[in-house]
């Protein structure tokens, strides 16, 4: 399912003729590395250079190899000549599949990669629209003091930001080959000969490896898209919640003649930010899988190998899907002010408990007596559902130290907003920077 709604591009790095390819580009790398250094002849090569293969005929190899290699490898030798000898010289399997896994681990992050950009630049955005757009703030779920929707939006901007360093980190990590031999010692294959390779085929050589390259790089590579994935789990369960019946401050997209249950016509579901949820879930457990896979016997085993071909495509095509999903959401994310605030008015002036704690303590009385004048207030203000400013102003005790002028100019919102103007520029997050960045941004040639 994940694959039939992922984008072309990355659906295409994991196809099966995707995969071929690779393995091709290295056989012929490695061929004309040889040649440089004048181990088979330099004529040979433009005849391996246009090998091919036949998909149809590899699936009828491997009924009998039962080895995906060689039926690759056959496949290829017939449609050459006599140059076939040259194919796969001194390798092992895992030199050619491990090499080519990287350029595909590579190319799919170059893919995640745009869509991390493209996400934090519409997060930045949003966040610029409702820099000043106040709601409550909330902790443990209860109300705790005031902040903006633009704040909250920023926060994810640069939850991704560091996501996008992340994954650079990542893709470093996987960008390698190993020509090294059967077991790495480059017995039959000198070392010469996988420096040429992998720089044609632009992938830094593994420093040392046994007949695989170590998988601790994987894990590296999976856990960082489970992170990613996590992330995006956390923002969509924000706006899931806040899209509540009695909350309503934010709502996913929903297109006209669109349906939320088949039982009740008013539904109107959460159901992307859902369905973000679930598969973040699914990257995780992959992240789990491919950690246990650096533990392998001796050399090698091959106790990674098939679940691989399930962990990695589908990290990629699933973070791939729910970037992209996600980035709709916010996209066309409705946003409702007037609801945050009603919603900040419910506890009539609770969120200021703090600005009238610090008065008192201001006043010269202990934090201790400061703190229960202000409780005993707040409680029954919450008690009995009544102005909080009312209760203050009518308790002796609190009157002796502030008048009614003090206190009422304790409860002003503005108080609790009046940094973020600050927050952005140190973000980087001005109307004039971000309308510049749009324009460069629609200059720039696209990458599809």
């Not at 399912?1 to 012929?28: G, H």
């Not at 703190?371 to 002796?400: C, G, I």
Request: glycine share 4%; hydrophobic share 40%.
């Amino acid at each position: 399912m994940i694959e039939r709604y992922s984008r072309p591009q990355m659906k295409k790095v994991w196809s099966e003729e995707s995969k071929f390819d690779k393995w091709l580009q290295v056989e012929i790398a490695v061929c004309e590395a040889w040649a440089e250094l004048g181990a088979i002849p330099k004529e040979a090569i433009p005849k391996i250079n246009v090998a091919n293969y036949n998909l149809e005929r590899i699936a009828e190899i491997l009924k009998v190899t039962h080895h995906d290699m060689t039926a690759f490898l056959q496949a290829v030798s017939e449609s050459l000549g006599e140059e076939s000898r040259f194919i796969h010289l001194g390798l092992t399997s895992s030199d050619v599949m491990d090499t080519a896994l990287s350029l595909q681990l590579k190319e799919a992050s170059k893919l995640l990669a745009q869509d991390v950009t493209e996400l934090t630049t519409v997060l930045e955005d949003k966040a610029i629209e409702h820099k000043h757009t106040i709601m409550i703030g909330r902790t443990h779920g209860v109300h705790a003091e005031p902040i903006t929707f633009g704040l909250k939006l920023a926060i994810w901007a640069q939850e991704m930001k560091r996501n996008a360093a992340r994954l650079a980190e990542a893709e470093k990590a996987i960008s390698v080959g190993k020509i090294s031999g059967a077991v790495g010692t480059y017995a039959t294959v000198p070392p010469e000969v996988e420096e040429k390779a992998c720089a044609k085929l632009g992938l830094a050589p593994a420093p040392i490896s046994s007949q695989i390259i170590q998988r601790d790089r994987h894990a590296q590579f999976v856990t960082t898209l489970a992170i990613i994935a996590s992330s995006l789990e956390k923002f969509a369960t924000e706006i899931r919640s806040l899209q509540r019946t009695e909350v309503l401050e934010a709502e996913e997209p929903f297109a006209a003649g669109q349906t939320g249950s088949s039982a009740m016509p008013h539904k109107r579901n959460p159901e992307l930010c859902e369905r973000v949820c679930g598969l973040a879930r699914l990257v995780r457990g992959h992240a789990l899988t491919s950690m246990e896979n650096v533990a392998l016997w001796h050399e090698r085993d091959i106790s990674h190998s098939s679940n691989e071909r399930i962990i990695l495509p589908d990290s990629c095509l699933v973070l791939d899907y729910i970037l992209n999903i996600f980035t709709s959401v916010i996209k066309g994310l409705q946003v409702y002010p007037e609801n945050m605030r009603r919603n900040l008015e419910l506890t009539q002036g609770l969120v200021f408990s703090q600005r009238v704690l610090i008065a008192l303590i201001d006043k010269g009385l202990s934090r201790q007596k400061a703190y229960e004048l202000v409780q005993h207030n707040a409680m029954k203000a919450w008690k009995q559902r009544t102005s909080f400013l009312e209760l203050l102003k009518a308790d002796p005790e609190v009157k002796a130290h502030l008048s009614e002028k003090e206190l009422e100019s304790l409860f002003d919102y503005n108080y609790f907003i009046r940094h973020v103007d600050k927050v952005f520029r140190r973000l980087g997050l001005t109307e004039k920077k971000r309308a510049k960045a749009v324009k460069a941004a629609e200059l720039a040639p696209q990458a599809f």
